[in-house]
């Protein structure tokens, strides 16, 4: 298995611009996470989804984050519109249980200058 | 008070040292313990579960104290290789939520 696969690795907008990110999990795994990793604030989970379902996104900073997951093997996270303060490493995770351990894929580096 | 507690560092050892971290977690409904261990400008990776009667992978230790609240990991015979930052993970009961510690960050010098 390729593991969990991220696009972009890296990112560049504007403030103001839409940006997306996307995620392919492990295919099998019913669990999806994303995360956001800063240097103040380490690594937040945003959001996550069983099977495809989202179930608790209580860690979406405000309404300018979405994500979505339409199908076992595809998700994105959307920023619209961006701020500087969104620039962040974003994982995308997923697991086959909810209490064992996740595979985190490479990261989205985006910066919002 | 954070949720979770970790001893930022860095610490700074010498190959062949053994080093300790302690992490504290505040919710007395975590259920789940992890270590993960994440290289500069990569994921984090897991390391090691930790367990209620402790477990050993190698030259890591990993222990829990339900009634002190904490988890600890313990290196023995350090690497260089071993230079990372080492994340604490809990999971509360039912796994609805996941916090990470911040991180402990470790050098070991030749």
């Known amino acids: 298995d390729a593991g969990v696969i991220q696009s972009p690795r890296h990112e560049v907008t504007e403030m103001g611009q839409e940006v997306t990110l996307r995620c392919k999990p492990i295919?099998?795994?019913?669990?999806l996470f994303w995360y956001r990793q800063t240097m103040m604030r380490g690594l937040e989970l945003l959001i996550y989804?069983?099977?495809?379902?989202?179930?608790?996104d209580s860690g979406m900073p405000e309404d300018r984050f979405s994500a979505k997951m339409p199908n076992a093997s595809f998700s994105t996270l959307k920023i619209q519109p961006s701020e500087p303060r969104d620039s962040a490493v974003y994982f995308c995770?997923?697991?086959?249980?909810?209490?064992?351990?996740?595979?985190f894929g490479q990261g989205t580096r985006l910066t919002v200058v | 008070r954070k949720e979770v507690e970790q001893d930022p560092g860095p610490f700074n050892v010498p190959e062949g040292a053994t080093v300790a971290f302690n992490c504290t977690y505040s919710?007395?409904?975590?259920?789940?313990f992890f270590w993960y261990r994440q290289d500069c400008r990569k994921e984090p990776k897991l390391l090691m579960s930790?367990?209620?009667s402790g477990n050993e992978d190698g030259r890591f230790t990993a222990q829990l104290n339900r009634a002190s609240q904490y988890i600890s990991l313990l290196i023995r015979d350090s690497k260089l290789s071993d230079s990372a930052t080492y994340l604490c993970?809990?999971?509360?009961?039912?796994?609805?939520?996941?916090?990470f510690g911040a991180g402990t960050r470790l050098f070991v010098k030749a």
């Open positions: 989804f069983n099977n495809n379902v989202p179930i608790d």
């Open positions: 993970v809990v999971k509360l009961t039912g796994g609805f939520k996941t916090i």
């Open positions: 930790v367990y209620s």
């Open positions: 919710n007395s409904a975590s259920q789940s």
């Open positions: 295919s099998g795994h019913d669990y």
């Open positions: 995770a997923s697991s086959d249980r909810l209490n064992t351990e996740a595979f």
